[in-house]
């Protein structure tokens, strides 16, 4: 059975920083990915960052990129998002999703098989 919480999310002010939390259980094989995605209202759902344990290989949407920073804690099997320089275009539901992902489409969410909750990120200019 395989399980994600997504959380860190809140109420922060341009410039500033959060990090954004990924608990997983069930995926014990180092040998697939967690994206971060993100859905704020009236847009379509889009893949943020990706860390994919098959490549080992850390990938960013261009709008992001310099600024958020993609990690794990293997003794907690926690993948971390570390959002800096947060701007107001940021504000959105933040989820993160597991599954075997090949390294070119990890934006593509018909390549997750699991997502957890989302998490409320809000950036006030």
């Known amino acids: 059975e395989v399980q994600l919480q997504a959380s860190g999310g809140g109420l922060v002010q341009a410039g500033g920083s959060l990090r954004l939390s990924c608990a997983a259980s069930?995926?014990?094989?180092?040998?697939?990915?967690i994206g971060w995605f993100r859905q704020a209202p009236g847009k379509e759902r889009e893949g943020v960052s990706c860390?994919?344990?098959?490549?080992?290989?850390?990938y960013y949407t261009d709008a992001v990129k310099g600024r958020f920073t993609i990690s794990e804690d293997n003794a907690k099997n926690t993948v971390y998002l570390q959002m800096n320089s947060l701007k107001p275009e940021d504000t959105a539901v933040y989820f993160c999703?597991?599954?075997?992902?090949?390294?070119?489409?990890?934006?593509?969410?018909?390549?997750?098989?699991?997502w957890g909750q989302g998490t409320q990120v809000t950036v006030s200019s």
């Open positions: 860390f994919n344990w098959a490549d080992g290989v850390a």
């Open positions: 069930g995926l014990t094989d180092d040998d697939y990915a």
């Open positions: 999703a597991a599954g075997w992902v090949g390294g070119s489409s990890w934006t593509r969410e018909r390549e997750y098989d699991w």
